[in-house]
């Protein structure tokens, strides 16, 4: 009887330790996919850009269902992951839904998430 314990606790900490290394996994490709020099909010990140100017990348079209991407009620020629100049200021970007967000004088702005 203390051999099968014996074996099931080995079997447990073995189980464990497997799950402890994937989450660290998960954990490190996540910290490493982020960039150093943005600044992280809701709705995305930002980070000055190059030159000076104020520009949007749009990364994600909310499941690409909606029909034409429009932001502050024209559409948005840009395609999906490339940067288009804007203004800085507040902006509203519709797509199957309406969301506001701010884009910082000489900054890029990267738009990544329509959620609540």
């Not at 954990?27 to 020099?37: F, I, K, Q, S, T």
């Not at 809701?42 to 034409?68: M, Q």
């Amino acid at each position: 009887m203390m051999h099968v314990l014996k074996y099931a606790l080995i079997a447990l900490g073995a189980l464990l330790a497997c799950v402890v290394l994937a989450v660290a996994i998960v954990l490190l490709v996540n910290v490493a996919g982020m960039d150093a020099d943005a600044t992280y909010e809701l709705r995305g990140r930002y980070k000055p850009s190059a030159d000076g100017k104020t520009y949007l990348v749009v990364e994600h079209d909310n499941g690409g269902g909606c029909g034409t991407l429009s932001l502050d009620g024209k559409p948005w020629p840009v395609p999906l992951d490339e940067a288009g100049e804007t203004t800085p200021g507040v902006h509203t970007i519709e797509c199957g839904g309406e969301i506001e967000f701010e884009i910082q004088s000489g900054s890029i702005y990267y738009f990544d998430y329509w959620g609540p």
